[in-house]
């Protein structure tokens, strides 16, 4: 089967390698569709934090049944929740398996869909439910800004600020709107700003750089600021303002990561009896709620493919997809 495996940083190789053969417990699936990550971007481009190389990259999987298991037959379409979790620990006893101590996500930490052919527990497989192919592969990434919203308790009518309108944001900001919230979206990048606008209806937009933030904030809210804040950019600089941001009682859900450490001020954060939390992958109730919003059409996975190339093009185009002058929000990879 043909796999594509990046060697080092900046080295896609595409290999002829031979089918896996199943074992107990998981299923063999045919790749059909491979949505592209900032992971996978920062993977190729040597900044992914402790990440082992060669890799076969990959997790936004959409795909097709070989061998039979569980309620899945042959031809059934799939998608999967790609963090393969132990089943043993705290967390996985606790019902968080995405925050699990010895997890091992596809792509990243174990190799992953950039294949023809891959084998994945059978119990992480979601049945498609009519959905499309392209809309099971935006699965996942959904999923991640579902769960930051989960995790913050966004209620009708209260004022959700996201930081960052990247693909995890643009997910924050869908599924801060369809639990009710009133969606502000923050960014340094116009063109990312106007695709909220105009892609997302997304009412408020501020541009970090250009605008007074905490005045627009102030004009938005009626002087109240937002309850909940998520952060999308992994930016430390972008963490460390939002604290500002916050309106009393505020929860401020992190679902960026970056490698440094954050710093607030105590009075302040203690003056609001203010909430921090992180947000870590998603859980299948998360993975659900994504399913059956794209079944009721509250949210459009269209909006969000900007590029799609066939697998055979992957290793060429790929250094491209980094750059901003090329717009990409989501990359739909065609594999059969
Ligand atoms: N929680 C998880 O499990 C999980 C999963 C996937 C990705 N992530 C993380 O989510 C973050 C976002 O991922 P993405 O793929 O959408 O990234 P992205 O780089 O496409 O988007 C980040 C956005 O943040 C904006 N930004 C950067 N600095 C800013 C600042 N100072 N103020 C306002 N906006 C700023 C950028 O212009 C960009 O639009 C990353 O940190 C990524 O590692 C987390
Ligand atoms: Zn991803
Ligand atoms: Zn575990």
Partial sequence: MKTLICKEPGNLVYSDLAIPEPANGNTLLRVRRIGICGTDLHAFGGTQPYFNYPRVLGHELAAEVVTPGGDFKPGDIVTLIPYLNCQTCLACRTGKPNCCANIKVLGVHTDGGMAEYIEVPTRLLL?????SLDELALVEPLAIGA??????GVQKD???LVVGAGPIGLGAMEFARIAGGKVIALDINDQRLNFCKQKLKVDHTINAITDDVVARLQEITGGDMPTVIIDATGSQKAINNAFQYMAHGARFVLIGLQKGDISFSHPEFHKREATLMSSRNATHEDF???LSSMKNNLVDPANYITHRVKFDEVAHDFPTW?????GVIKVMVEVS
């Fill in 127 to 131: 049945p498609a439910q009519g959905l």
């Fill in 158 to 160: 209260e004022f959700v």
């Fill in 322 to 326: 980094s750059d901003p002058v090329n």
């Fill in 147 to 152: 769960h930051g919203i989960r995790r913050a």
């Fill in 288 to 290: 659900d709620h994504v």
